[in-house]
């Protein structure tokens, strides 16, 4: 807990003044009087730590309080609080303990940080009686950590189901409303500043699955690293897929899935079709949304912005708030921060139990539905609906450009083996044109 005498004010250092550090200091400037009284005195920006001390930056920092050593703040012993919000693994993991052991509480935005090492950085800062707050780690301004966290305390949560990345979202949402191709909405995802000029870890689905970890964590009590949570990425959807999806009511959301399951944890991130006028359908543009189920309250939906400067600079401050109260202390001892000598906990497969809506491209010819409503009735497939549509010659959008007549079948409940068995199959046999598609359905 921050220590500092009443109307004193607070002095802080931020490690980090890229997109979000640069957030970050404007907001504790152009709202000092706001966040003063919200936090009971003064907070000032002491000191910030930068790889380039020499670039320009309109920021409203004296040039005098901008260093590239760390140890401008961690050994600062008038600076009690630290926001490091630089990303990756190195030298952001070297920071925190340096700023841990030299007394400091931190805020952080750090997803992968956490999701790497969160119980060996959570034990270091419980052995020396500092905090770590990381609201903005997870889903932007959306105050998910804390509603896990102390909000819905009393209950045993039984699920979550999230879009938790705002980029991926952002460009799922200009191909179904604009037509625009991925490549399209890509690019402008980057134009807007929500996606990086590396976007892999944004459109691939590891940032999701980060955050789900972390999630996890919270709700679950139970560390899952985040490798191990299966993960498919939105960079092979096509503009046909989503019209596709829309002309059967659907659109298609990466979703990210945590639940228990029968003593284990049944977790996902993956493309998923959710029925039109659903709350995570209706969740557009750079949006982040999580649903919670617990066993008490039953099920709460939280919605905001998870992708953009301001709205991850929101949460970091609001956690700056909270540790110079004294608040993120107490919940940092409190709400389930795992150790590092924590079990892993025990994931279930992937094999659930769901309708699944396929796309594959066939040979135009007679007797070749027959041959593909064959082999998913031999695994056991339901079929609740086909749709053939015109064929697609060479130069056709439907999974790059490969020619052929794209079926789209909707199966009923399957389990998701027997429909991958299945599609093997498929895939397989001399009528079909490449990889089909495969995606989970989500009518709730």
Request: net charge negative; glycine share 10%.
């Amino acid at each position: 807990m921050v220590q500092n005498a009443d109307g004193q004010p607070v002095r802080i250092g931020v490690v980090g003044l890229g997109t979000i550090g640069s957030g970050v200091v404007r907001l504790l400037v152009d709202s000092a009087d706001h966040i003063g009284r919200a936090a009971g005195r003064p907070i000032e920006v002491a000191a910030a730590v930068v790889r380039d001390a020499h670039k320009p930056r309109d920021l409203p920092l004296p040039a005098a309080r901008i260093s590239t050593d760390i140890r401008t703040v961690s050994r600062d012993p008038t600076i009690t609080l630290a926001a490091l919000l630089v990303g990756g693994l190195e030298p952001a993991r070297s920071m925190m303990v340096e700023l841990l052991e030299q007394g400091k509480d931190v805020v952080t935005a750090n997803k992968a940080l956490l999701a790497e090492h969160g119980p060996e950085l959570f034990d270091l800062a419980r052995r020396l009686g500092r905090s770590i707050a990381f609201e903005a780690a997870v889903a932007g301004g959306i105050p998910i950590v804390a509603a896990i966290g102390e909000c819905l305390a009393a209950n045993r949560i039984e699920s979550i189901r999230g879009i938790l990345n705002g980029t991926s979202n952002f460009i799922l949402t200009r191909m179904e409303e604009d037509g625009s191709t991925y490549a399209e909405a890509l690019a402008q995802a980057q134009a807007r500043g929500y996606a990086e000029a590396d976007p892999s870890m944004d459109v691939d689905g590891t940032d999701a699955t980060q955050k789900l970890a972390i999630l996890t964590h919270l709700a679950f009590g139970a560390w899952v690293p985040w490798k191990e949570i299966p993960r498919t990425g939105i960079d092979t959807v096509d503009i046909d897929l989503i019209r596709y999806a829309g002309e059967l009511g659907y659109r298609i959301r990466l979703v990210a899935l945590a639940r228990r399951a029968d003593g284990r944890l049944a977790l996902r991130v993956a493309p998923a079709l959710v029925r039109a006028g659903t709350p995570l359908a209706e969740t557009r543009g750079a949006y982040n949304a999580v649903s919670i189920v617990g066993d008490a309250v039953g099920r709460m939906f939280f919605h905001g912005l998870g992708a953009g400067q301001m709205p991850t600079a929101s949460a970091v401050v609001a956690d700056i708030i909270d540790t110079v109260v004294g608040r993120a202390a107490i919940t940092f001892r409190t709400t389930g921060v795992l150790s590092a000598d924590t079990p892993t906990a025990r994931l279930a497969g992937v094999d659930a139990m769901e309708r699944h809506f396929l796309r594959i491209l066939v040979t135009d010819r007679p007797g070749v539905l027959a041959r593909i409503t064959g082999i998913l009735g031999d695994h056991g497939i339901s079929i609740a609906s086909v749709i053939q549509h015109d064929p697609i010659d060479a130069g056709g959008s439907a999974a790059g450009g490969r020619p052929g007549v794209p079926l789209v079948i909707m199966t009923h409940q399957a389990r998701s083996s027997a429909v991958r068995a299945a599609l093997d199959a498929i895939d397989a046999s001399d009528v079909v044109h490449g990889r089909s598609a495969c995606l989970g359905v989500l009518d709730e």
